[in-house]
C-alpha cells in the first residue's frame, strides 16, 4: 500500500508557473505508475499526465501538453508536476495517484492523495 500527499498548490496569475509535489509513502515507489488529475469545480476528473516506474515513459492529455512536465525522484519517492504558461481554465484541484502497473495509463490508479488546489486568475 501507498499514502500520497500534494503540495505545492496555490494561487498565480495567467501566464504564471507552479510546480507540484506528491510524496509517497513506502519502499516500493519505484515500482509504481504514477499520474495527475484533476478536477474543475462542476466537471468530472480528467488525466493530465503520467510516467512510468522509471521515468523512462511518459504520457500527458492534449490540453497540457508542452506546458506541463512530470518527472519522478525514486530516492526521494517524489513525482512532481511542473506547470508552466498557465490559464485560467488549468484551474482545478490537483490530486496524484498511484498504480503498480509498468507502463503509463489514463484510469483506473489504485492509489490517489488528498488534493491540492490550483488556482490561475486571468
Known amino acids: 500500500q501507498v499514502q500520497l500527499v500534494e503540495s505545492g498548490g496555490g494561487l498565480v496569475q495567467a501566464g504564471g508557473s507552479l510546480r507540484l509535489s506528491c510524496a509517497a509513502s513506502?519502499?516500493?515507489?519505484?515500482?509504481?505508475?504514477m499520474g495527475w488529475f484533476r478536477q474543475a469545480p462542476g466537471k468530472e476528473r480528467e488525466f493530465v499526465a503520467a510516467?512510468?516506474?522509471?521515468?523512462?515513459?511518459?504520457d500527458y492529455a492534449d490540453s497540457v501538453k508542452g506546458r506541463f512536465t512530470i518527472s519522478r525522484d525514486n530516492a526521494e519517492n517524489t513525482v512532481y508536476l511542473q506547470m508552466n504558461s498557465l490559464k485560467p481554465e488549468d484551474t482545478a484541484v490537483y490530486y496524484c495517484?498511484?498504480?503498480?502497473?509498468?507502463?503509463?495509463?489514463?484510469?483506473?490508479?489504485?492509489?490517489w492523495g488528498q488534493g491540492t488546489q490550483v488556482t490561475v486568475s486571468s
Open positions: 495517484a498511484a498504480d503498480p502497473l509498468p507502463f503509463v495509463i489514463r484510469g483506473g490508479y489504485d492509489y
Open positions: 510516467i512510468s516506474w522509471s521515468g523512462g515513459n511518459t
Open positions: 513506502g519502499r516500493t515507489f519505484s515500482r509504481y505508475t
